[in-house]
């Protein structure tokens, strides 16, 4: 029965601004598939709506000078898509993006959505952290940037502080033999959640491994960065031992729950399985990249 | 059996509803309002199992915007020691069901109704509703509830002369079990379970009522039976039927879900007390709480043969959850389980079993895909051990003509055989398969039913024919009358319109439920029809001054005969309804029947799944349904049954499960955590129809709409053990089980 307002800025210093005065009642809006669908179920009531949509950095896609990208809190998973550039560089992160929801849900949700959503098995967010990206953020006491392992606190909960919101994406440049995937396990085949996520993103010298991120999600109350997968893979040939050591890497970092959506033994299995899975279609990529 | 020239029956005209649901224009039940309309919501338990103390309801009717409540002291009382039957509910239950009266007995049972200005507002006033509860033990699960010390759900339910949850039980038999298995060379028995399954129509419950100062009473809703609503809201309220007038609405999708009504006697009350309109709609957490489902179950099937692979006994137990209240399908399943087989000796016996979760509703065939899993699934194993192919056991052992069914019927002409020799010679059962793939293979049974049903067959002025019947439209049933009504008249099935009318408007039609749609609508609209034809030919008989008998109806036009021939223009329909008002008045004719000579329904499938052993994910590769349709009106719909069918099967064989939590709450009440299968999910399923005209019938109809759900589990559970080699007993077969299922030595052997 309480009233609800509704802005649409056109720039990043009006939304801060009226996002930060109104001090915890207000939500970003920006694809809101997921925050529409909390409202209805009476999960949250915000009292203003500030949606991101219409200012001009939240939206954009830049591919900088260096190779690397630069892509808005609030871009669509369809936009994204569409870039021209972006999906043969990052076919990982864009994959996770593309397995959210459906083609109604594509043309709305955002990364930044899923990020700032704080779901530990939210898609997007293992491939980003596994690309090794960062997230800039813009609030009241002005711009900071962060990797984005460091943006979920928990289920839910974020390390944005009040008033700030996340701006924008920067994935860093791509060495030659550079490729990423991403998988998860989801007992239908689209329109489910992760039961298990797992992005990979490495890159191979001569068949060897040089360099590799590893990040897995739905198995912990935050998405991992499970670095001891990673310094695994580097400096081998993605060797059948390699492959397991790092698969018992992302199993041991499994601090998962039993729940409706998958039991602990199963959950810590998968992760296992997943990781090589991931691993050898990255490695395919990065072969041919 | 119509031999005519069949220009409109067996072709796949344009469905008369596709337009209007594409476009959004099709009115569901939510899609109506009234000026003046409230808003009316319910309170529901948060207890699975507790005694109602008392309920206040004062703050809430004190609260700006509230214009009425009810409690279970506004709804009608059943004594529990009379029962009152209707259809196959007792109106006991369905008002203890609607709103709880001595005690609440599952998580979501309503409690009291709000009605309000706005949604909100009732949904305030229900937190304002104070309740004071008893909190009593519970038990969710059937082997909970059979426990010596289970809490009771009802005092005045007894079995063996003590109170129990066990609510009812059933039994077929035939012959002589024991000396049938003395006769066997070998006997495999296995005990399976089954969880409760939701229909998982799309739109939620939803109705509008009107109840005016003078009684009269408008229900705008969806359902599969506006009479049934009639007549369960008349129960429950007082209302004499003669002034409740049911107005279905465009319905989305029902399974058996909506022939019992749950919002529509609270909001006539509603609107009986407030004086306005109240409009109801069920979120879908509401329907996954308080709706359906079908029956979890737990069953033992032991199955005898001979050598050569003669059934020669079997015998079934079938325990089935019904829920809060008694009336769990027990007949489908105790019933259908062994009638594909001509077995001599059978003893198939069902209890009904009552535990703290929502009554259960019909569910496409109830019961019998219950019953078919267990089996069919052991029948594999006897094939296994005779080292017979599966469908050559079922072929040797298959019912037909003559043979007596152990639930009672001699069958007269079945295609059974047929399903099963069709789908021996299909190039699918010949197809290669890999590593971790496999084939298996079962049939079903369904009664189907006849019943009631009604229908007005009239003569539109400009010379077009508008066809009223009485039944929900939930599979096609209009686009196939239409074939049915232009074939007989001879016109071409546009000028056909089929409209599905209201208690007030249509003569008593039973449910849509049972298969029995098309079965028993076709027989009064084919009657009517040949009425009408009768009318026509009189008409023009009277044009031409001759007798009537020497008048023939031929591709939609009168032509004189006999003597006659040649002698007149023959007249077209138009053309005599143009002149009807002076040959004798308006041009029509409606009947009314209790119809029978439904008969039952049988189907094969085979399936193919390929296993992911590392996750533990089966995936259906393909699927192909044999089924004796009777004859296919509208061959298009009737491949969507089948396929419909499949696709259930396919959930509740692999996915959906309702899971609940410590506190004996539902903890997956939406389509995210309850998995149906998604479109991507499937492979294209595949549908054999296989014509045995049902003798009993004008156009050879028989009910195709459940049997395609019965044999499914059982496929995909045979295909599974196929490709694994390992068998799993309970259903789903969800990714954490199956993997859990697998160890070292049976993915070697697999391999
Ligand atoms: C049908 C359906 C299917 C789905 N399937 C999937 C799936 O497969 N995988 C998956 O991961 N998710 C899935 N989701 C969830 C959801 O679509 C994703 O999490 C999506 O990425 C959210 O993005 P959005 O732009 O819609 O976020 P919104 O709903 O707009 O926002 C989500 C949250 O983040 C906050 N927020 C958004 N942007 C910012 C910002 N720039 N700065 C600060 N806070 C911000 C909002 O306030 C809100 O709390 C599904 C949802 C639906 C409805």
């Given at each position: 029965m309480t009233d609800m307002r509704y802005l649409a800025p056109s720039t990043l210093d009006e939304a801060v601004g009226a996002f930060a005065a109104a001090a915890g009642a207000a939500r970003i809006l920006a694809g809101g598939t997921d925050i529409l669908v909390q409202m209805r179920a009476g999960m949250v009531q915000p009292g203003l709506i500030v949606d991101i949509k219409k200012i001009p950095e939240l939206t954009g896609i830049e591919e900088t000078a260096d190779g690397g990208f630069v892509i808005g809190a609030a871009v669509s998973g369809a936009v994204l898509y569409e870039h021209p550039r972006f999906g043969e560089v990052w076919p990982g992160v864009l994959e996770a993006i593309n397995l959210i929801g459906s083609t109604q849900v594509q043309g709305r949700a955002s990364a930044g959505g899923n990020l700032c959503n704080g779901s530990p098995a939210g898609d997007s967010v293992p491939a980003m952290i596994a690309a090794g990206a960062t997230v800039t953020v813009q609030g009241p006491n002005g711009r900071r940037q962060m990797p984005v392992?460091?943006?979920?606190?928990g289920p839910g909960r974020?390390?944005?502080?009040?008033?700030e919101i996340l701006v924008s994406f920067t994935l860093p440049p791509r060495a030659k033999g550079a490729s990423d995937a991403y998988l998860r396990m989801i007992p239908r085949t689209e329109m489910d959640i992760a039961v298990v996520g797992c992005g990979v993103n490495l890159t191979l010298k001569d068949g060897v491994c040089t360099a590799a991120r590893v990040g897995l999600g739905a198995v912990a109350p935050t998405v991992l960065l499970v670095e001891a997968a990673a310094k695994a893979l580097i400096g081998s040939k993605l060797d059948d031992a390699a492959i397991e050591t790092a698969a018992a890497a992302c199993r041991a970092a499994c601090r998962p729950i039993d729940d409706k959506r998958g039991t602990i033994v199963y959950r810590t299995k998968v992760a296992g399985v997943l990781l090589k899975r991931t691993v050898a279609i990255a490695a395919d990529r990065a072969g041919r990249a | 059996m119509n031999e005519i020239s069949n220009k409109w029956i067996g072709t796949n005209t344009i469905r008369p509803d596709g337009a209007d649901k594409v476009t959004g224009r099709a009115a569901y039940a939510a899609d109506t309002s009234m000026p003046g309309m409230i808003w009316g919501r319910v309170l529901r338990s948060p207890h699975p199992h507790a005694r109602i103390k008392s309920i206040d309801t004062s703050k809430a009717e004190a609260?700006?915007?509230?214009k009425a409540v009810v409690t279970s002291k506004d709804i009608v009382e059943f004594p529990v020691d009379k029962p009152v039957a209707l259809g196959i509910q007792d109106m006991r239950w369905m008002s203890r069901n609607v709103m709880a009266r001595e005690k609440a007995l599952f998580h979501g049972h309503p409690v009291a109704a709000v009605a309000a200005m706005s949604e909100a507002i009732a949904a305030e006033a229900c937190k304002l509703i104070e309740v004071d509860y008893e909190v009593l033990p519970w038990a969710i699960e059937i082997e909970d509830a059979l426990k010596p010390d289970a809490p009771i759900l009802h005092d005045f339910v007894q079995f063996e002369g003590k109170p129990s949850n066990i609510a009812g039980t059933l039994e077929h038999k035939l012959g002589d079990i024991e000396a049938g298995f003395a006769k066997a060379d070998v006997v495999i028995e296995r005990s399976f379970t089954t969880r409760p399954v939701h229909q998982g129509y799309i739109e939620t419950h939803a109705c509008l009522v009107s109840v005016l100062s003078d009684g009269k009473t408008t229900i705008w809703s969806s359902s599969q039976g506006q009479f049934m609503v009639r007549a369960m809201t008349s129960l429950l309220t007082g209302i004499p039927q003669s002034s409740i007038r049911a107005i279905p609405a465009e319905i989305g999708g029902g399974f058996g879900g909506k022939t019992i009504v749950y919002l529509e006697p609270l909001a006539t009350m509603l609107s009986k007390k407030s004086g306005r309109p109240v409009k109801m709609v069920m979120s879908r957490e509401e329907v996954m709480r308080a709706t359906g489902p079908t029956s979890g179950s737990t069953s033992t099937v032991k199955i005898g043969a001979t050598k050569d692979g003669t059934i020669v006994a079997a015998q079934g137990v079938f325990y089935l959850q019904a829920g809060c209240f008694p009336g769990s399908p027990i007949r489908g399943a105790a019933g259908c389980a062994f009638a594909p087989y001509n077995i001599a000796n059978v003893v198939s016996r069902g209890f009904d079993v009552v535990s703290n979760r929502s009554k259960v509703a019909a569910y496409r065939a109830p019961g019998a895909p219950i019953g078919a899993y267990a089996v069919e699934c052991v029948l594999d194993e006897v094939a296994e051990a005779l080292k017979i192919d599966p469908l050559d056991l079922r072929i040797k052992n298959a019912a037909r003509e003559g043979t007596k069914a152990a639930h009672g019927p001699v069958y007269p002409r079945i295609g059974l055989l047929e399903t099963m020799e069709s789908a021996r010679k299909h190039p699918h059962y010949k197809a290669p398969l890999g590593k971790f793939q496999g084939r298996g293979v079962a049939s079903g049974y369904w009664f189907n039913a006849g019943g009631e049903s009604s229908a007005q067959v009239n003569i539109t002025e400009d010379g077009n024919v508008v066809v009223t019947t009485g039944h929900p439209d939930i599979g096609g049933s209009r686009a196939a009358i239409a074939n049915i009504a232009a074939e007989l008249l001879g016109i071409?099935?546009?000028r056909v319109s089929v409209l599905i009318g209201d208690t007030a408007t249509v003569g008593y039609s039973n449910l849509t439920g049972g298969s029995r749609v098309l079965f028993a609508s076709a027989i009064v609209v084919t009657d009517s029809a040949e009425q009408v034809i009768g009318q026509l030919k009189a008409r023009a008989a009277k044009i031409w001054g001759i007798s009537a008998d020497a008048v023939v109806w031929e591709n939609g036009e009168a032509r004189p005969s006999g003597d006659h021939t040649g002698n007149f223009p023959t007249m077209t329909l138009a053309e005599i309804a143009a002149k009807a008002t002076e040959t004798g008045g308006p041009i029509g004719a409606g009947v009314q029947l209790n119809t029978t000579g439904a008969e039952g329904g049988f189907s094969t499938h085979i399936c193919d799944v390929e296993v992911d052993v590392d996750l533990g994910i089966v995936r259906v590769l393909r699927y192909t349904s044999f089924q004796d349709v009777g004859r296919a009106i509208h061959p298009a719909y009737v491949e969507g049954q089948i396929q419909g069918g499949a696709v259930q099967g396919i959930g509740w064989a692999l996915n959906e499960e309702y899971i609940y939590n410590k506190k004996g709450h539902v903890d997956n009440p939406g389509f995210l955590d309850y998995r149906m299968p998604v479109c991507s999910d499937m492979p294209m399923l595949d549908a054999v129809m296989i014509e045995i005209p049902n003798p009993k019938h004008p156009q050879g109809v028989r009910g195709?709409?459940?049997?395609?759900?019965?044999p499914v589990m059982a496929a995909v559970a045979n295909a599974v053990h196929s490709a694994l080699g390992k068998r799993y007993y309970s259903l789903p077969m969800s990714p954490p089980k199956v993997l859990e299922g697998l160890d070292e030595g049976t993915l070697q052997a697999a391999e």
């Open positions: 392992e460091a943006v979920p606190a974020t390390n944005l502080t009040p008033g | 609260l700006q915007g509230v071409d099935y546009r195709v709409g459940e049997v395609p759900l019965v």
